[in-house]
């Protein structure tokens, strides 16, 4: 079973002061060296021993310490210190960083092969995950954000006219937002946080995207048609309710189905309508 580790702070002293206490077990080695006393070898070892233990952490940064092949902790504070001599020292970056995937060819949730791609904003907040539980977390943070993206991508359909089915062009916010999670969950073993994740490519793959820009016109063109058909009966409906209503005219159903058909022409006519003015017959 694979250990987990969890960052902890590291043992560590002001370097300064042990600057100056190494500064002084040098002089008083080469002093006694000089005077004839083998003392001085003992403070010249002193002085070599504090020298390797100096570390100076940059801000945003994080020291990992490792003692003979055991995590010992992290410096996350920055400063100039001094730490056991004899751990290793391994630097991580704590910067916010931005991966911006490559443009990658997925068939979405209606089977069209589209191109997506994405930029993923995180940083790291746990520098021993990042260093002991994953081979190479900047490659880890590559290769599960673009298996986020392709298994987003496979969920939603490029485009919708239906406002009930969620598309990667309806609702980008949405998108956005489970993107994140998902890669989020994916790279939470390497102590990496997510702070967005946005879409900032998509189109249709070449081979296919004339046919289907005609087909979203026809599609659009429908959706459109559908919307003016839908509210035009609603016009007419309330028209003959007013006239009705006010009973300044009688209608029977021969005269209703006429003014309904005019009306309909009238609102759902792609050209300006022409009216045409009854004046009665000549002979009753």
Same mark, same amino acid.
């Given at each position: 079973?694979?250990?987990?580790i969890?960052?902890?702070?590291?043992?560590?002293?002001?370097?300064?002061?042990?600057?100056?206490?190494?500064?002084?077990a040098?002089?008083?080695?080469?002093?006694?060296?000089?005077?004839?006393?083998?003392?001085?070898?003992?403070?010249?070892?002193?002085?070599?021993?504090?020298?390797?233990?100096f570390?100076?952490?940059?801000?945003?940064?994080?020291r990992?310490l490792?003692f003979?092949?055991?995590y010992?902790?992290?410096?996350?504070?920055?400063?100039?210190?001094?730490?056991?001599?004899?751990?290793?020292?391994?630097?991580?970056?704590?910067?916010?960083?931005n991966?911006?995937?490559?443009?990658?060819k997925?068939?979405? @949730? %209606?089977?069209?092969? #589209?191109?997506? =791609? /994405? *930029?993923?904003?995180?940083?790291?907040?746990?520098?021993?995950?990042?260093?002991f539980?994953?081979?190479?977390?900047?490659?880890?943070?590559?290769?599960?954000?673009e298996?986020?993206?392709?298994?987003?991508?496979?969920?939603?359909?490029?485009?919708?006219?239906?406002?009930?089915?969620?598309?990667?062009?309806g609702?980008?916010?949405?998108?956005?937002?489970?993107?994140?999670?998902?890669?989020?969950?994916?790279?939470?073993?390497?102590?990496?946080?997510?702070?967005?994740?946005?879409i900032?490519?998509?189109?249709?793959?070449?081979?296919?995207?004339q046919?289907?820009?005609?087909?979203?016109?026809?599609?659009?063109?429908? @959706? %459109?048609?559908?919307k #003016?058909?839908? =509210? /035009? *009966?609603?016009?007419?409906?309330?028209?003959?309710a007013?006239?009705?209503?006010?009973?300044?005219?009688?209608?029977?159903?021969?005269?209703?189905?006429?003014?309904?058909?005019?009306?309909?022409?009238?609102?759902?006519?792609?050209?300006?309508?022409?009216?045409?003015?009854?004046?009665?017959?000549?002979?009753s």
């Amino acid at each position: 079973m694979q250990q987990v580790i969890q960052e902890k702070r590291a043992w560590k002293t002001n370097g300064f002061v042990m600057a100056g206490v190494g500064l002084i077990a040098l002089l008083l080695g080469g002093v006694l060296l000089l005077a004839g006393s083998a003392l001085g070898f003992f403070f010249l070892i002193v002085a070599g021993l504090i020298a390797p233990g100096f570390v100076m952490v940059q801000p945003n940064e994080a020291r990992v310490l490792i003692f003979f092949g055991k995590y010992s902790g992290s410096i996350r504070e920055a400063g100039f210190f001094w730490v056991n001599p004899f751990t290793i020292r391994r630097r991580v970056s704590l910067r916010v960083r931005n991966f911006n995937s490559e443009k990658l060819k997925v068939n979405d @949730a %209606a089977g069209n092969p #589209i191109m997506i =791609g /994405a *930029v993923v904003v995180w940083k790291v907040i746990d520098s021993a995950k990042a260093l002991f539980d994953v081979d190479n977390y900047e490659d880890f943070v590559a290769i599960q954000s673009e298996t986020a993206i392709r298994s987003l991508a496979s969920r939603y359909p490029y485009d919708s006219h239906d406002d009930d089915v969620p598309s990667l062009r309806g609702i980008p916010d949405e998108v956005a937002e489970t993107l994140r999670r998902e890669v989020q969950e994916r790279l939470q073993v390497a102590g990496v946080e997510v702070i967005e994740a946005r879409i900032s490519h998509l189109a249709y793959a070449p081979e296919i995207a004339q046919a289907m820009l005609r087909r979203q016109q026809a599609a659009a063109i429908i @959706a %459109a048609r559908k919307k #003016i058909v839908e =509210g /035009a *009966v609603g016009m007419v409906e309330e028209a003959l309710a007013y006239i009705e209503g006010k009973n300044f005219v009688e209608l029977d159903e021969e005269r209703k189905a006429t003014m309904v058909n005019n009306l309909l022409v009238a609102l759902v006519a792609e050209g300006d309508a022409q009216p045409v003015i009854n004046t009665g017959t000549l002979y009753s």
